[in-house]
């Protein structure tokens, strides 16, 4: 959502109204950054040149795409915000900021899995996932024209439709390990598009909303 292709600025400056309005209704927010295009740009640069490029190498490249993004949503928050971004999501939090930015943290999963550490080290249980989809599907819509989005599934259901491995190159709604963990702590997440922030404010403020929800 934040770099689909450019930096997308009307949706980040939708997205910090949004995150503002809820702010002022007690809320508080800890937001993780993806790497977006800048990510997959430096990926397939890689891959293009060298051919072999090693996978470790291939998540230190979208790792470090997702801490420039996260500096960038850190100076956009930066009233209120806490100033340092967190890169490790398995330590305590110390601070009183009513928003906390967080980046991905090392090879072998995505900003998936930070987030539900993340919530798991605030005790939270509900995480959404801004991506550019509507639905969690019964198949990747994009090869099967009879793949019907779903509005509730559980972690059981959901973890037998996406794959069982994480890879750098993976498509999933969510992140398989980051799924397991959620499905461990009873965690509740959200899969919207973030291109409909009415949406995500609904289901924020426990209103009905167009997503879905895996519990």
Known sequence: MIVPDGIDTEFLRRFRASIKHHLSRGLSFYLIAG???????????GEDIRGDLHPEDVDWLGIHAT????????????????????????????????????????????TDYDAVMAAKQLGA??????SNIDH??????????NAKPIERISWTDFRAIIPKHWD????SPFDPIASKLAQENRMEVAIINGA?????????????FAGTVIS
């Not at 969690?136 to 024209?145: E, F, G, I, T, W």
């Not at 409909?196 to 209103?207: C, I, M, T």
């Open 125 to 130: 249980k509900r995480v959404v996932n801004l």
């Open 168 to 171: 750098p190159g993976l498509s």
């Open 35 to 45: 790497g977006g295009m800048t990510a997959r740009n430096y990926q397939r640069a």
């Open 196 to 208: 409909k922030l009415e949406e995500f404010d609904k289901y924020v403020a426990g209103k009905p």
């Open 136 to 145: 969690v599907y019964s198949a990747d819509p994009k090869k099967d024209p």
């Open 67 to 110: 801490r420039l993004n996260a500096h960038l949503l850190r100076a956009l928050f930066k009233d209120e915000a806490q100033e340092r971004i967190v890169k490790n999501p398995t330590r305590s939090i110390r601070g009183k900021a009513d928003i906390i930015i967080g980046a991905g943290w090392r090879p072998g999963h995505s």
